[in-house]
């Protein structure tokens, strides 16, 4: 389980997309938390804030698991990784079930927001480095074949617990019964990922491989990247794209209701969750849909529409949204789809940049970004959402002033993409000697 285990002669590489798959799918149940809101807060008697609590957590711990477990998925490879993830994840529904089943919140924060979160940034990062081992040729599509089951997971999720919901019931106990079916499912589906995974072999023919490694190439280890302003650019880049995409999907459900409250054709529940699982079919059809395109037109360019075209269509949410539904679905859409571009596409911008060498240890570094975005997104709208219904406002009118500065990060995000140079020629070495040999260890014989 510690070392990478070595795809034998003839393994075909496209059996380790499905590997991946397994696991982006599970642990994209994050997605579906909006589902789990209403609930909650009425089971538990919390506000909006409150409820999102969990969520929020989780995603800070994905970026800081991520980051300082970055290496440790490098130098161990992908199985170690995955079984971490589904222990985490697995165990952390199992908390959250025992929380809720006693009415102690604390427990849902700690085993969906931090056991949990822990499984969301291992598991997350684990295929990174291999899939990108095995596709050089096609960076971009192989990282969103697998990234995409990661914002697909909500479309399974997001219909399968409001249905756990409908026929448990959405009183405590209900919800403590939905938490254990998803801990027990999630776990047996993530070993097919840990069973199948593979790595290839030094004697292994890759497709559009042009030499081991990264040899006569940029070869930039993680600690050098992190002093680079490059890693900085991208992790602004990253953070507001994120932020403008999680603050629509964290609330998903709430938003949409509050929006046509006051209309002639208000959104039901039933109705609600169909959007959260639409917006889930936009962020995974933006993975390998807008991540595929960047390998054709570059990653800067897609870059330029993820967050100029965004921020047009948080503008038309905040001026016309509430007056023609279609409208505000199909805005919403387009959004959640850069959001889920923009995560499928920086591995293969880093791999650009930095190249292969610990692309994946490089990657979670990168992913504080999302731990600091799932922390402003959820918080800058529902704050001011619950702010502005205390001051009496209603509607569209709850999240004009947050769609405002979702617009105003996109903007920055854009000028600092801009910014996006080569890495210096003094980067492109490998300084450490732990590094060194584990690359060393990294080449089988």
């Not at 924060?109 to 095995?134: A, D, R």
């Not at 969103?144 to 009183?171: R, T, V």
């Not at 254990?180 to 995974?197: E, T």
């Not at 559009?208 to 991208?234: E, N």
Request: hydrophobic share 50%.
């Amino acid at each position: 389980m510690s070392s990478p285990p070595l795809a034998p002669p003839g393994w075909s590489r496209w059996l380790v997309p499905p590997a991946a798959l397994s696991v982006h799918l599970s642990i994209g149940q994050a997605y579906a938390w909006s589902v789990f809101k209403p609930p909650l807060e009425s089971a538990l008697h919390l506000d909006g804030t409150e409820s999102a609590l969990p969520f929020q957590l989780a995603i800070v711990m994905l970026g800081l698991s991520a980051a300082f477990g970055g290496t440790l998925v490098e130098r161990n490879g992908p199985r170690w990784a995955m079984t971490v993830a589904l222990v985490c994840f697995s165990s952390g529904f199992l908390i959250s079930a025992l929380g809720a089943e006693t009415k102690q919140y604390w427990l849902i924060v700690l085993g969906y927001g931090f056991v949990g979160g822990i499984g969301l940034g291992i598991g997350y990062i684990s295929p990174v480095s291999t899939l990108i081992k095995w596709f050089p040729d096609r960076p971009g599509m192989a990282t969103g074949i697998a990234i995409m089951g990661f914002g697909g997971g909500a479309l399974i999720a997001s219909p399968w617990s409001a249905q756990m919901l409908s026929s448990f019931g959405s009183d405590n106990d209900g919800i403590a019964l939905a938490f254990l079916v998803h801990g027990l499912s999630y776990a047996v589906f993530m070993a097919l990922g840990v069973l199948l995974v593979r790595v290839p072999g030094a004697g292994t023919p890759v497709a559009g491989a042009s030499g081991p490694g990264d040899a006569g190439g940029v070869r930039v280890s993680a600690r050098s990247a992190v002093r680079t302003p490059q890693f900085w650019l991208l992790w602004v880049v990253l953070c507001t794209n994120v932020t403008a995409g999680i603050g629509i999907l964290e609330k998903a459900a709430p938003m949409i209701t509050d929006f046509f409250a006051d209309s002639s054709t208000p959104v039901s529940a039933s109705a609600a969750a169909g959007f959260v699982a639409l917006l889930s079919a936009a962020n995974m059809a933006g993975r390998i849909g807008w991540s595929s395109a960047s390998d054709r037109i570059g990653r800067k360019n897609i870059y330029r529409v993820y967050l100029g075209v965004g921020a047009l269509m948080y503008l038309l949410i905040a001026l016309f949204g509430d007056s023609a539904k279609p409208l505000f679905v199909l805005c919403a859409l387009v959004v959640l789809s850069f959001y889920g571009g923009g995560f499928a596409t920086v591995p293969a911008y880093l791999k650009d940049l930095f190249g292969t060498y610990q692309v994946g240890a490089i990657h979670g570094r990168l992913l504080t970004a999302w731990s600091t975005a799932g922390v402003l997104g959820p918080l800058i709208v529902n704050w001011i959402a619950d702010r502005q219904k205390g001051a009496g406002k209603h509607g569209a009118s709850l999240y004009t002033l947050s769609f405002g500065i979702m617009i105003g990060l996109l903007v920055i995000g854009f000028v600092a993409n801009e910014f996006v140079r080569p890495v210096h020629v003094r980067h492109h070495h490998v300084p450490a000697p732990r590094e060194a040999a584990d690359d060393q260890r990294q080449q089988p014989a």
